[in-house]
Each structure stands twice: as C-alpha cells, then as structure tokens.
C-alpha cells in the first residue's frame, strides 16, 4: 500500500476523508480548501480546514460537522448584546482553532504549519495541508457583482443568481512544501477528489498554479467522487449553482467540471443509467453506495474507490504491454 491524497473540501469530503483515514492512516494526505477562509472579530477562519480536523479526530458534530460536537453560543449571545455582527454564527469551541491560528499566522507560521500542530495535538495521524500558504479567495459572480463565497453565504443566504467564480490569488500562489511532497511521493497511490461543490470547494485547489499539470504528471490514478445524487445535492448548493451557471445538475454535469483531469469517476448507484453517457467523456466509471450515513459507510466508500484506482492502474499496464 502507497500513499494516497485526496483533495477535499466541505462535510462530505471530510466524510469520505475518514473512511480513507480508517484504512490508510498516516499514510494519507489530505489537501483542503482554503478558497473560503475569511476575517471575522479580527480572527482567522478555516471553515474546510476545522471541518476536516474535527471530522478525523473523531469530536466533529453529527449534526453540523464544521464545529466540535458540544458546541455552545455563549460568545455569540453575548457579541450580539454588546451590538457585534449576528453572523456568522460563532460557537465557543470552534473559536479555539481561530484563536490559535490567528496567533500562529501574527508570529509569522505557515498556516501549513499550525495545521499540522493542530492534527498532533488531536491524535490525527494523517497530514491535514492546506492547498497553499497563500491567500487565495473564491469570488462568486453574481447579477449584483462579486462577492467573496463568505458574504454569499452568510450575508445573502446564497440567493442571488450565480454567473460565475473568481479565484483570487490562485494564478500567484504555490503549493506548499508539505503538499508537493505528498504528491511527488515515490509510491503514489492514487489521489481522490472528494464529494463537495467543484466550484468554490474543489476548482480554487485545482486553480493553485501548477496543481493541475502536476497531478497530469504524476501519473496515479485520478478519481472524483460526485456530490450530486439523484439530480440533487447531498448537502449545500452545487445543484443550484449548476443550474444558474446553465449545467446538467446532475452527476453527469459533475463530471464534465473534471473533463481531462480525471481518470474515474464514482457516482451512486441510484444515477447507474447515467454511467455510458459519463464514460463517453473519457473516464472511467464505478457505481456505488455513495451516501455516508454511518463510519461503515465511510470506508465501505473509501474502499470501492481505492480498489477502483487499483483497477485503473492494473487496466493501464495492460494497455502499455
């Protein structure tokens, strides 16, 4: 067994994560979002980045898995007494991580860095990497002008129409250190694209400079795991952003964001008709139990696809004899 990276963002992509980390342990990397990190009451947010550390140490919320199981908002009541924003909603544990990472980032760390104490202080044995130490900010085009995916989120509640996505930073930043090595390692497994939104959660990874050609050139197995089932998204707004940006929201739309990048694609078995039409595209096809609804479920995933880049590999060298 070799490494294995995964490009992951969002709850369902930690989820799946997990059922790598259940099978693989320090043997996975995991490259993460920071398109959607912002400032807020002067601290430093990494919404991707503590849903993924949170979610591997085993105290993420089975309801909200963003935040630590627990979670309470006395800091939050008391910030909207004393006339502070209302939104985002602050819980008292998840300031912790902020707190650390501001003052990380104000002495002069990598952000790579304070992760990486992060995962040692909560027993996560697996390298947790943000996809750069740069900022790079994911920008949502909309009727009434740009707005980072933040404001879109928090402030318009997602409403207005999506035209498109601006990745801030991405042309001028650089993989880190951390995560070029995972990537170059000798015994590169394969790298799997976690289910989340492939426009504010995946593309800004995708958008570093160098990141695309580099997984082109590695030479493993390049698989994506959709987030759309049944025409619909599992959690947050992919469908939506699809439809306004005049996509097929379906899997099959999914996987036409990752045309030429990917050499396999998973999607549920519930959308199995639709796997001819997504071969056509050039990549080939697994479809499984994509929903993630307990740990077993997590590695029976996690699992399928490693056993699915297994069977790109062996196919390859068959083809190269």
């Not at 994560?17 to 979002?33: E, I, M, S, W």
């Not at 999607?267 to 796997?275: F, G, K, M, V």
């Amino acid at each position: 067994m070799g490494t294995v990276v995964t490009l992951a963002a969002q709850v369902g992509g930690a989820k799946l994560a997990d059922g790598l980390y259940r099978l693989r342990g320090k043997d996975l990397a995991v490259v993460v979002n920071t398109g959607d990190d912002f400032e807020h009451v002067g601290l430093a947010f990494s919404p991707d980045l503590d849903t993924m550390l949170y979610t591997l140490a085993g105290i993420a919320s089975e309801r909200a898995g963003w935040q630590p199981e627990g979670e309470t908002h006395a800091v939050q009541a008391m910030l909207s007494a004393l006339g502070g924003p209302h939104r985002p909603a602050l819980g008292d544990r998840s300031l912790a991580a902020a707190l650390l990472r501001t003052e990380g980032l104000a002495a002069g760390r990598r952000l790579t860095q304070v992760t990486l104490d992060f995962c040692r202080h909560l027993g996560v044995q697996a390298r947790v990497l943000p996809m750069s130490d740069d900022a790079v900010r994911t920008y949502v085009l909309t009727d009434e002008g740009a707005v980072t995916f933040h404001d879109y989120f928090n402030e318009l509640g997602c409403e207005p129409s999506v035209r498109g996505f601006q990745y801030a930073g991405a042309d001028a930043a650089r993989l880190s250190e951390e995560a070029l090595d995972a990537l170059h390692a000798p015994d590169l497994e394969a790298v799997i694209i976690g289910p989340a939104n492939p426009y504010h959660a995946i593309r800004p990874i995708l958008e570093v400079a160098g990141m695309r050609e580099l997984l082109r050139s590695r030479g493993a197995p390049v698989v994506a795991v959709t987030p759309i089932v049944g025409g619909k998204a599992l959690t947050g707004n992919a469908g939506k952003m699809m439809r306004e940006l005049g996509r097929e929201a379906s899997a099959r739309g999914v996987a036409g964001e990752y045309l030429r990048l990917v050499d396999g694609f998973v999607i549920d078995r519930t959308d199995a008709d639709l796997s001819q039409s997504i071969a056509s595209l050039g990549m080939r096809v697994l479809a499984a139990p994509t929903l993630m609804r307990s740990s077993e479920d997590r590695v029976a995933l996690a699992r399928a696809v490693l056993e699915f880049a297994a069977s790109i590999r062996e196919a390859r060298a068959v083809e190269a004899e």
